[in-house]
DNA sequence: CACTTTCTGGGTTGTTCTGTCCAGAACCGT
DNA sequence: ACGGTTCTGGACAGAACAACCCAGAAAGTG
């Protein structure tokens, strides 16, 4: 199953990679306001400002269009421009991240949120290779919280027998859940529910010394 | 906004809502296991055993379907043969509750659960009154749950000053967005690690008379 | 400055899928 | 039994959409 990875453009020139990255941009943006099955190749041509076959210079499908978006999410939340997953190595860093999540919601109006949450319900059905993609990003994710919480362990905040894995795998469920009901309730107070449950579940695992 | 409910046959004979029912059922089947944009009207017709135009002289669109499979699940919760969520109505009735999630989940290979969750995230954000159906069928699983909270409550085995809708949706939520965890990874352990923390949740604002 | 590779535009094809039409069979009330 | 309604079958139109092709411009390479 190991498939080889990009086999379109060999090479790109700056240009092209310009163009690939725009068109990314572009169907990142629709698909968060329609969907997957809302956004069609013409309205990506339309929306990044190219034209016809540029699409399939670039991509061999939708489906590789689509997985690219899904890869270019999952890598986002690792090391570019967001300083604040960087260190969820405490209580206070921790509320912190979940009160972002809850305030981009509620600036958005709980709408068009391109999380990998959206797209897991679209897409882990229907496409395996899409799941994969989305899997891995999650267990991603997962892994960076799970470093977090780690440090918060062994500096001694948190109990040495709590399972931190399933801690991380709360809050990261708690996030997705709570971002999918929001889209669907229009209202933040699901994500916020879950937030603070999985928070407390966490913090249930401190030591007295750590708080 | 108050549309006339359901606008196309005015009368049906025991033999209709029979046909009718078997549509709704092929499609919830085949939706739960393609999603909803990998379902076609062809496939429906076929896995019913109906032909050509039964579908839209039952439904007046493909959208007027799914809209009905989608209340169709947000009622099975209530009345019919589901009679754990009857009495959500103590910690172990909840423990119950969420084992019998994680043990359906496991038991098909974390694959094709239908629940709401999974159809929000395709619809929630390209179809406006499919949102708003699904938006309705969690708000009333959620006052089923706390039902429950409230007799838990009543009877003091939660402290007066819980906020049980809080409570409500979190179990919700973490249900909700384990599924699709849950489906996505191919594992039961984020919907595992969710439910724990939102029941540790609700847990946590337990009287000490209560437990 | 040749020469190759990459990039861009637009038109086109072929398929897939929703939705419609029409005619006949079964069913229901009276 | 009769007239009207509902149900069923299959064929068909029409649109939406992914994907392909060709030719030319631009840019990188020696």
């Known amino acids: 199953?190991?498939?080889?990875?990009?086999p379109k453009p060999r090479r790109l020139t700056?240009?092209?990679?310009?163009?690939?990255?725009?068109i990314i941009e572009a169907a990142t943006e629709l698909i968060a306001?329609?969907?997957?099955?809302?956004?069609?190749?013409?309205?990506?041509?339309?929306?990044?400002?190219?034209?016809g076959s540029q699409l399939y210079h670039y991509f061999d499908?939708?489906?590789?269009?689509?997985?690219?978006?899904?890869?270019?999410?999952?890598d986002s939340v690792l090391h570019p421009d967001q300083p604040r997953v960087t260190a969820?190595?405490?209580?206070?860093a921790l509320r912190a991240w979940a009160d972002a999540a809850i305030e981009r919601q509620r600036e958005n109006g709980c709408r068009g949120d391109?999380?990998?949450?959206?797209?897991?319900?679209?897409?882990?059905?229907?496409?395996?290779?899409?799941r994969t993609d989305l899997a891995t990003g999650f267990l991603r994710w997962k892994d960076l919280i799970l470093d977090g919480l780690r440090a918060m362990r062994d500096r001694g905040g948190l109990?040495?027998?709590?399972?931190?894995?399933?801690l991380a795998l709360s809050l990261l469920t708690a996030?997705?859940?709570?971002v999918l009901l929001s889209q669907t309730m229009l209202h933040v107070r699901p994500l916020e529910a879950a937030m603070n449950a999985s928070l407390a579940y966490v913090h249930s695992f401190a030591t007295t010394a750590g708080r």
């Open 14 to 22: 700056p240009k092209g990679r310009a163009t690939r990255d725009r």
């Open 114 to 130: 391109c999380t990998l949450g959206s797209l897991a319900g679209e897409l882990s059905v229907s496409d395996e290779e899409s």
């Open 175 to 178: 996030l997705q859940g709570g």
């Open 1 to 6: 199953m190991t498939v080889t990875e990009e």
């Open 61 to 74: 499908s939708k489906q590789a269009l689509i997985r690219a978006v899904i890869t270019r999410q999952a």
């Open 33 to 51: 306001r329609n969907g997957v099955a809302g956004t069609g190749i013409e309205d990506v041509r339309a929306a990044a400002g190219v034209s």
């Open 159 to 166: 109990r040495a027998d709590a399972d931190l894995d399933e």
């Open 88 to 92: 969820l190595d405490s209580f206070d």
